[in-house]
């Protein structure tokens, strides 16, 4: 699974039968319906590099993508939230985040071993009480389709527009996705954390070193705090 990981990190339009093939040797050879079952256990699709969570509830709304064509041009104007899956050498966890567009700043963060949705509306409450966003955006999966979740964002003081994108649609979420390669190759793939504990530890050790000391050249090699915070904002050379 932990190979399976790494391998649809930089490649994620591989499939199944791709990717037995690249985990097959002469000595170990890898059946492909292996591969699916695992690839099932850990919610992964081709195409796009996320944990199962696009399957939306029969009774959930799902709202209407509102970001396409849309210049973003300042903090707090739009923030994503999405989950990937955060292998370890006994199992794995999922890692929820949100995620600032403009800034890249990682606003809040939650590691849950289950896909309950408690842990996303703990990591919204969070993000919430550090800011308001004007549209939040989230794929269509159960916990960000649930009222749980919207009706948390309707009476969120200022009006929150809620936006979700096309089943599929990798790019509708793309800062975010990112933002998991980032922490796979820059953190998780060299340290392997073995335990949850140490899990959580390098994980905020890292989001801080993310928000306050790595430099982003899409920022003009500033890093995300300092374009996230009004006072240490300046403008940006395009």
């Not at 820059?186 to 899990?199: D, F, H, I, R």
Request: net charge positive; charged share 25%; hydrophobic share 35%.
């Amino acid at each position: 699974m932990a190979r399976i990981d790494r391998l649809h990190t930089e490649s994620p339009f591989f499939g199944s039968r791709k990717l037995a093939v690249v985990l097959s040797t002469p000595e170990a050879p890898v059946n492909r319906k292996r591969v699916q079952r695992l690839m099932r256990v850990m919610g992964l699709e081709a195409l796009y590099c996320r944990p199962k969570t696009t399957v939306t509830g029969r009774d959930h709304k799902v709202y209407l993508y509102l970001l396409r064509n849309v210049r973003i041009t300042r903090p707090n104007q739009v923030w994503s939230a999405d989950i990937t899956y955060a292998s370890m050498p006994s199992g794995f966890m999922y890692l929820a985040a949100t995620i600032d567009w403009f800034s890249r700043f990682v606003v809040s963060w939650r590691l849950s071993n289950t896909l309950d949705g408690s842990f996303c509306q703990e990591m919204r409450d969070e993000s919430l009480g550090r800011g308001t966003p004007e549209v939040f955006n989230t794929d269509q999966g159960v916990p960000f389709t649930a009222r749980a979740w919207t009706s948390r964002l309707a009476g969120a003081g200022a009006d929150v527009a809620v936006s979700m994108g096309d089943k599929g649609r990798c790019l509708d979420n793309i800062f975010v996705e990112r933002r998991w390669r980032s922490v796979k190759y820059e953190y998780a793939y060299p340290c392997g954390p073995a335990t949850v504990s140490e899990l959580e530890h390098g994980l905020r050790d890292y989001f801080g070193f993310y928000n306050e000391r790595r430099i982003h050249q899409s920022l003009d090699y500033r890093t995300p705090a300092e374009v996230h915070r009004p006072e240490n904002r300046r403008p940006l050379e395009r």
